[in-house]
């Protein structure tokens, strides 16, 4: 995994029990506006693969999953946000 002789790689892997969390913080400067279209998190699970020379006609990548979670619907945004969020 990772380039041959570049010493020991690390795998993220998590199971179908396990939740992805985290937080969206949003910073705006103080007596600042800004309009938006909304604001949306995505998750995607991947699986990167390697491939030889030959390899040239398929996708280097596989996405087994993709989801996404609406944060914050159309509008406007004059303070700081935090937003959180869990897959």
Request: net charge negative.
């Amino acid at each position: 995994m990772g380039d041959r002789g570049a010493g020991p790689s690390r795998i993220v892997a998590y199971s179908s029990e396990q939740d992805v969390e985290g937080q969206v913080t949003l910073a705006m400067p103080p007596g600042k506006k800004m309009d938006h279209l909304g604001i949306r998190v995505k998750f995607f699970g991947r699986i990167d693969m390697e491939g030889g020379a030959h390899e040239t006609t398929r996708p280097s990548h596989y996405d087994f999953i993709s989801l996404s979670k609406e944060l914050l619907p159309p509008g406007s945004l004059y303070d700081t946000r935090h937003i959180p969020f869990i897959f």
